[in-house]
């Protein structure tokens, strides 16, 4: 932990993206031919052809590493997001909403290029979600866009799998690991999505390897980074190449290892699981919030748990209450 | 009633909005200078202002008609909805969610001038909505978006009293008030907002007397028409001007008044009130499906009733159920 002098307590880099949330039945994801639960990557054209059948929607922020920030800003951390939009009307939903969040988020907008990004999200009867994304100018992130002097402030960088898709953006990536590196600060790492960790699977494990403090997965990236069907040894293989590893396990709960301990915390009970977006990355939230005070890690993951327990209660992947004061009533946090 | 030889229930004109719908506190709505519980008109400058103040948000299709219009696909009903947007992502948004919900809509775009229209909704804890609209390009309606085929073809045309707010649409709504009335159908007309009638008083006055076969109101706007704070004198002075007056009045139900009867009808019971946006408009919804099926007035005003109970038991102002299967489960329509 290298937070104690840091006048930030994290900085993310990720996609900046609007999701469009609708209903859909499971024979609507079968005739798309579409796999529940997963993230898949669409150009322009399918967006508009998928969203042409989609019923109704609702437009919210999301963004799975920008979502992360707004749950920690919730919790009281100080917190900055790193991502790209254009200068259009979703463009300045995005903007509204983070900042509104209490979340800094300083990037240029792009003036000319793809719209800003959306995902279009269809929940289905039981809670899962199927996410379908527009990258557009999120894609567009460079390392012109990472401000060094912004990661040298932060205790924590954390950055999300799924900004190994676009190519353009890696420079960005690169960039930030090494300052944060250089100046002695910690990096996260999410995993992001199964199929994510397939299209990068060496990158991720070198990075992991190399650079990442503190790594987050969930039970099917986990096991897909090495490529087993056995959670317990991608996490001991994961325990040899990262200091503090969580993996979550949706109602199990989550599995936090360590050098020198495994923890194991439970799932904090819901009383109607509504829409699952966004657990993971409240999970992160909550997790991270410990990890840059220095907390022990189940306390960590107890955090973690909370606020993934209030995001799922409700649509949408971004609290709708205060996580410090749950947090400060579950006795999490002072 | 001429509905029985029309080839579609209903067609509306209105203004078409995306609503941004945010939490806030009383305080926030006193230090901005908001009156709660009404709609007010802002200027695209004040919109961006009260924007940034604004906390997070999210986007959901609204427009007052255009929520009645989707109420009544929703229970079955052949719905068309006449009202202008830009070519921009919200108004793609608007099109996408109306065409979704199965109402007709197909007035072209405007390539030009300001962006599409959206309301800036605050919900206070008391579940109440204070509603700030930009009109944008929802003001830009002319007669030459006026279907006459679909007019005449439509049993009811109905018509929002916010549409007067613009001058340029004014020719719109004496367009299709005109081919509707000289094809022999019905017209109907809500009030909007209190403060509408106060900028309108002497058009609404001629218009009911003139031309409305239907009248919607809630208590606060049927007393504003008439400078009086006795329900009863406005119910009493509006049979005298229009064959059918509904007027709601939140949890003490409905009063419908005809030449020959006054009906009171219950508010049908909610276990929590989230969010009040939408109830005349899916009260209006209920109403009219039962108008243009022929029923008595007490089934129009329990199915008003059904619609708005279901609307503001969650946040936003569309349903998010089938209100014909809800009708069908009441027993209010096979």
Same mark, same amino acid.
């Not at 829409?275 to 990890?291: R, S």
């Given at each position: ?23 859909? =039945? ?7 031919? %579409?796999? @529940? ?28 590493? +920008? ?9 009281? +951390? ?5 991502? @790209?939009?254009?200068?259009?009307? %979703? ?18 907008? +792009? ?9 279009? /999200?269809? /929940?289905?009867?039981? &809670? ?8 557009? &100018? ?8 990472? =401000? ?10 954390? %950055? ?18 090494? /300052?944060?590196?250089? +100046? ?47 959670? $317990?040894?991608?996490? $001991? ?43 993971? =990355? ?13 907390? $022990?890690? $189940? ?36």
């Amino acid at each position: 932990m290298t937070s104690l002098d840091a006048e930030l307590d994290v900085v993310a880099l990720g996609s900046a993206i609007v999701d469009v949330l609708a209903h859909a =039945d499971d024979d609507f994801i079968d005739k798309q031919g %579409l796999v @529940k639960g997963t993230m898949a990557l669409i150009d322009a054209e399918r967006a508009e052809s998928l969203y042409a059948e989609m019923g109704p929607g609702v437009e919210v922020s999301g963004g799975a590493a +920008a979502n992360t920030m707004v749950g920690m800003a919730s919790f009281g +951390a100080a917190a900055a997001f790193v991502g @790209k939009v254009r200068d259009d009307q %979703l463009g300045a939903v995005f903007a509204h909403d983070i900042r509104a969040a209490g979340v800094r988020f300083d990037v240029p907008f +792009a003036a000319t290029g793809p719209a800003t990004a959306r995902c279009l /999200v269809l /929940v289905t009867p039981d &809670a899962q979600r199927t996410m379908n994304t527009y990258l557009g &100018a999120a894609a567009g992130l460079t390392s012109a866009d990472v =401000d060094e002097a912004l990661i040298r402030r932060a205790a924590v960088t954390f %950055l999300e799998g799924y900004l190994w898709d676009p190519p353009e953006a890696i420079d960005a990536l690169r960039l930030a690991v090494s /300052v944060a590196k250089d +100046a002695g600060r910690s990096v996260a790492f999410t995993l992001s999505d199964p199929f994510c960790v397939d299209r990068h699977r060496d990158e991720f494990i070198a990075l992991i390897e190399s650079n990442v403090d503190l790594l987050f997965a969930n039970e099917e990236e986990a096991k897909s980074l090495f490529k087993t069907d056995s959670l $317990e040894s991608a996490v $001991e293989e994961l325990r040899t190449m990262c200091p503090v590893v969580a993996v979550t396990r949706g109602p199990l709960g989550s599995v936090i290892a360590s050098k020198s301990a495994v923890v194991e915390v439970v799932a904090e009970p819901v009383a109607e699981v509504v829409d699952t977006t966004g657990a993971g =990355d409240l999970y992160a939230a909550g997790f991270l919030v410990g990890f840059v005070r220095g907390l $022990e890690l $189940e306390r960590c993951g107890r955090l973690g748990s909370l606020a993934a327990a209030e995001v799922i209660s409700h649509v949408g992947a971004r609290p709708q209450v205060s996580l410090a004061r749950l947090a400060a009533d579950a006795g999490l946090l002072p």
